[in-house]
C-alpha cells in the first residue's frame, strides 16, 4: 500500500470516529478503530522506512561535505537545511501515527464504558 493511501485511510477512520455514532455505538467505534489502526500500521512501516532513507541521506551528504573540507558543525549545519523538508514531513507522520494510537486508547476506554452501561442498564 503507498503512503498516501495509507494517510488518507487513517484521516477517513479518524474522521468517521468523530462523528456521533463514534461516541455512542460500541460496534461502530470498535470497526472504525480496528480499520484505523491497520492503515496506521502500515503508515507506521513507511514513515520507518522513510526514516531510514533519511539517515543515509544524512550520512551521505555528511561525507560529501567533510570530504569537501568542510567542518564538522558546518556540515551538520548545511545538512539540516538540506534535510529539512523531508524531516519535517516524517515528524509530521509521526506525530499522525502517535495521536491516532491516543484515539484508538481512548476509543477502547469509551467502548468498556459503554459495555459497563449497558450492563448496569439490564
Not at 477517513?12 to 455514532?21: C, F, G, H, I
Not at 491497520?38 to 541521506?57: A, H, I, W
Not at 468498556?112 to 450492563?119: D, P, Q, S, T
Amino acid at each position: 500500500m503507498k503512503i498516501e493511501v495509507a494517510i488518507k485511510g487513517v484521516l477517513q477512520e479518524r474522521s468517521a470516529l468523530q462523528k456521533e455514532e463514534g461516541v455512542s455505538n460500541p460496534s461502530y467505534i470498535s470497526e472504525h478503530m480496528q480499520r484505523l489502526v491497520q492503515f496506521n500500521s502500515v503508515l507506521e512501516e513507511r514513515l520507518g522506512e522513510e526514516e531510514k532513507k533519511l539517515e543515509v541521506e544524512e550520512a551521505r551528504l555528511f561525507k560529501g561535505y567533510r570530504a569537501k573540507s568542510m567542518s564538522v558543525n558546518a556540515s551538520q549545519t548545511q545538512i539540516k537545511y538540506d534535510i529539512a523538508v523531508d524531516r519535517a514531513e516524517v515528524t509530521r507522520l509521526t506525530r499522525l501515527c502517535n495521536s491516532s494510537y491516543k484515539l484508538v486508547s481512548a476509543s477502547q476506554s469509551r467502548v468498556k464504558h459503554l459495555v459497563e452501561e449497558a450492563h448496569n442498564q439490564i
